[in-house]
Nanobody, 115 residues
Framework: QVHLVESGGGLVQPGGSLRLSCAASGIISSFDDMGWYRQAAGKQRELVAS???????RYADSVKGRFTISRNNAKNTMYLQMNSLKPEDTAVYYC?????????WGQGTQVTVSS
């Protein structure tokens, strides 16, 4: 199995920054694609950013230019650097790993942006 644990969430003011981390353990392949999703209260879960094993990244339009996704394959860790945070970024952020027909998810970490 793959186990994913997110960390780094918290309460920040608009314009602030946070860095989320996702630690992966278990049987990890360098071919696995990973990504960050978020789900606001009462809203559908959405893809925030994704990164392939080779480092190719994609971002949702709402976060492009503000968020940066990265991964350290040697440490089996993925990161999401979030800058210029807005109240609409408030959500539970989930780490995802895609392997063949299976998606693995972490428990999520809460990010709240409020003044």
């Amino acid at each position: 199995q793959v186990h994913l644990v997110e960390s780094g969430g918290g309460l920040v003011q608009p314009g602030g920054s946070l860095r989320l981390s996702c630690a992966a353990s278990g049987i990890i392949s360098s071919f696995d694609d990973m990504g960050w999703y978020r789900q606001a209260a009462g809203k559908q879960r959405e893809l925030v950013a994704s990164i392939t094993s080779s480092g190719t990244t994609r971002y949702a339009d709402s976060v492009k230019g503000r968020f940066t996704i990265s991964r350290n394959n040697a440490k089996n860790t993925m990161y999401l650097q979030m800058n210029s945070l807005k109240p609409e970024d408030t959500a539970v952020y989930y780490c995802n790993l895609a392997r063949w027909s299976t998606d693995y998810w972490g428990q999520g970490t809460q990010v709240t942006v409020s003044s």
